[in-house]
């Protein structure tokens, strides 16, 4: 299971779909509790697609290129 990761630039986390940095203080996307587990989202279209195949983006099956 993949672990969004913070980065060294502060609170950020990486969006488990697009990949992009995400603010973790003021998440554009919002986040979602899976197994335990908070992820942040730059935009609703990224939290909405992992809400629906968090498996998918988890085990890398799935990515969404921005």
Same mark, same amino acid.
């Given at each position: 299971m993949r672990i969004p990761l913070l980065s060294r630039k502060g609170q950020t986390?990486? *969006? =488990?779909? @697009?990949?992009? *940095?995400?603010d973790t203080k003021n998440p554009s996307g919002g986040t979602? %509790?899976? %197994? /335990?587990? #908070?992820?942040? $989202? @730059? /935009? =609703? /279209?990224c939290n909405r697609a $992992? #809400? &629906?195949e968090p498996e998918a983006y988890l085990s890398g099956e &799935?990515?969404?290129e921005m």
């Open positions: 986390a990486t *969006d =488990p779909v @697009c990949g992009m *940095d995400v979602w %509790e899976h %197994e /335990g587990v #908070q992820y942040y $989202f @730059c /935009g =609703p /279209g $992992f #809400q &629906k &799935k990515r969404m």
